[in-house]
């Protein structure tokens, strides 16, 4: 089944810096690769996704790469804000699979 | 628009006894909702896929036994944790997709349950 590895596992960054969190993925037919943000003890919310038939895309201040060749994808928060700190998990899923695996998670403090 | 709701949103129980916990898509049809385990800082393992009139799916090592899923509706599924015991304790959370047919389906998650076996 799909191995989705996420890097790294904690991140922390200056208010008004950028951050990037970067994830890999094993199965080449994974065509589905969405972001969510946890923040503690609150359900998962889906912030951005992007699918296989795109390189990039973007919404404000957040943005997803996608580089199917090397099979990983990318989160890029700039102008990072207090309230962007929590958990972000990436998760992928294969073309006639509706199960999505995902990350490890991964840690991000935004320091005022 | 999307919303998933769960309840409870806590329960505590003493060890034996069996919980159930619902997961409600408000505002539009979901024949596919899935059903998550969450550790304290840790991942969001999926415990089972449940699809509206039929049989649960099973990941591999999560008792069916002991997790019932029932998906009786569009908008509804639950999940009962049968005679529990403190290992049980977590926090469940539920997710739906907002087309049952289709080959990209957003996934949207619940609020989550948390669960204290005494």
């Known amino acids: 089944g799909e191995n989705v590895e996420q890097h790294p596992s904690t991140l922390s960054v200056q208010e008004g810096d950028s951050a990037v969190i970067k994830c890999t993925y094993s199965?080449?037919?994974?065509?589905?690769f969405p972001w969510y943000k946890q923040e503690l003890g609150k359900r998962p919310q889906l912030i951005i996704d992007?699918?296989?038939?795109?390189g990039e895309k973007k919404d404000q201040r957040i943005a997803v790469t996608l580089n199917k060749t090397a099979k990983h994808f990318s989160l890029h928060i700039t102008e990072t804000q207090p309230e962007d700190s929590a958990v972000y998990f990436c998760a992928a899923r294969s073309e006639g699979n509706n199960r999505l695996a995902f990350g490890k998670g991964n840690q991000v403090v935004v320091i005022p | 628009g999307a919303v998933v709701s769960q309840h409870p949103s806590w329960v505590i129980c003493k060890s034996g006894t069996s919980v159930k916990i619902e997961c409600r898509s408000l505002d539009f049809q979901a024949t596919t909702m899935f059903w998550y385990r969450q550790f304290p800082k840790q991942s969001l393992m999926l415990m089972a896929t449940s699809n509206e009139g039929s049989k649960a799916t099973y990941e591999q090592g999560v008792e069916k036994d002991k997790f019932l899923i029932n998906h009786a509706s569009l908008t509804l599924s639950t999940l009962t944790v049968t005679s529990a015991h403190p290992e049980d304790s977590s926090f469940y959370i539920c997710?739906?997709?907002?087309?049952?047919?289709?080959?990209?389906?957003?996934?949207?998650f619940g609020p989550g349950t948390r669960l204290l076996v005494l």
């Open positions: 997710s739906a997709s907002d087309s049952g047919i289709g080959r990209f389906e957003t996934q949207y």
């Open positions: 199965d080449s037919a994974s065509n589905y």
């Open positions: 992007i699918r296989s038939n795109v």
